[in-house]
T-cell receptor, first 117, second 110 residues
Framework: ETGVTQTPRHLVMGMTNKKSLKCEQH?????MYWYKQSAKKPLELMFV???????ENNSVPSRFSPECPNSSHLFLHLHTLQPEDSALYLC????????????????FGPGTRLTVL | QKEVEQNSGPLSVPEGAIASLNCTYS??????FFWYRQYSGKSPELIMS????GDKEDGRFTAQLNKASQYVSLLIRDSQPSDSATYLC??????????FGKGTRLHILP
């Protein structure tokens, strides 16, 4: 778990609040990801950043806004969320596939358990 | 939609027996495959990765890949109660995207 850290670990917020999730990776990776994990659903990829550039946005509502100031830090800004957004939000990092065949092995942080009231 | 399919379980296995977890994938162009273990309330933890047809062993774990059948499996020998968790299969497809299955819940019976 120490390779990828996430804060806070638990968050309860109202629908009108604004909050941010933070992720930091200490593995020297150049790609970072946000996933959402809801009960009885597979991991849902939300955003991908590669070398600080957003390379993927999987039709995520605009109430979720990512920010990647550098290759070690990733934020997810939350605004006007809905109760159905309650889930475990996972950050992951990986080394770009250009490093060789062993690519895209993702290492996950501990997650933030989000509850929207 | 390129998918990764797993039986959701629960799969119940007696302690000391071999647990066999299976996964199929639809994108024939997938090259890399991963098994993650996820304990309840925790994040996924990488157990094994496999890229070539055949078996890959690491301690009590063996990953098996058959690209012709588009099938990946994970065997856990000498199952322990601490192996009880959800096991996620993932494939890196031809679009360079990792697709996760829904996971199989494994329960080791003491």
């Amino acid at each position: 778990e120490t390779g990828v850290t996430q804060t806070p670990r638990h968050l309860v917020m109202g629908m009108t609040n604004k909050k941010s999730l933070k992720c930091e990776q200490h593995l020297g990776h150049n790609a970072m990801y946000w996933y959402k994990q809801s009960a009885k659903k597979p991991l849902e990829l939300m955003f991908v950043y590669n070398f600080k550039e957003q390379t993927e946005n999987n039709s995520v509502p605009s109430r979720f806004s990512p920010e990647c100031p550098n290759s070690s830090h990733l934020f997810l800004h939350l605004h006007t969320l809905q109760p159905e957004d309650s889930a475990l939000y996972l950050c992951a990092s990986s080394q770009d596939r250009a490093s060789g065949r062993v690519g895209r092995t993702q290492y996950f942080g501990p997650g933030t358990r989000l509850t929207v009231l | 939609q390129k998918e990764v399919e797993q039986n959701s379980g629960p799969l119940s296995v007696p302690e000391g027996a071999i647990a066999s977890l299976n996964c199929t994938y639809s994108d024939r162009g997938s090259q890399s495959f991963f098994w993650y273990r996820q304990y309840s309330g925790k994040s996924p933890e990488l157990i094994m990765s496999i890229y070539s047809n055949g078996d890959k062993e690491d301690g009590r774990f063996t990953a098996q890949l058959n690209k012709a059948s588009q099938y990946v499996s994970l065997l856990i020998r000498d199952s322990q109660p601490s192996d009880s968790a959800t096991y996620l299969c993932a494939a890196l497809n031809r679009d360079d995207k990792i697709i996760f299955g829904k996971g199989t819940r494994l329960h080791i019976l003491p």
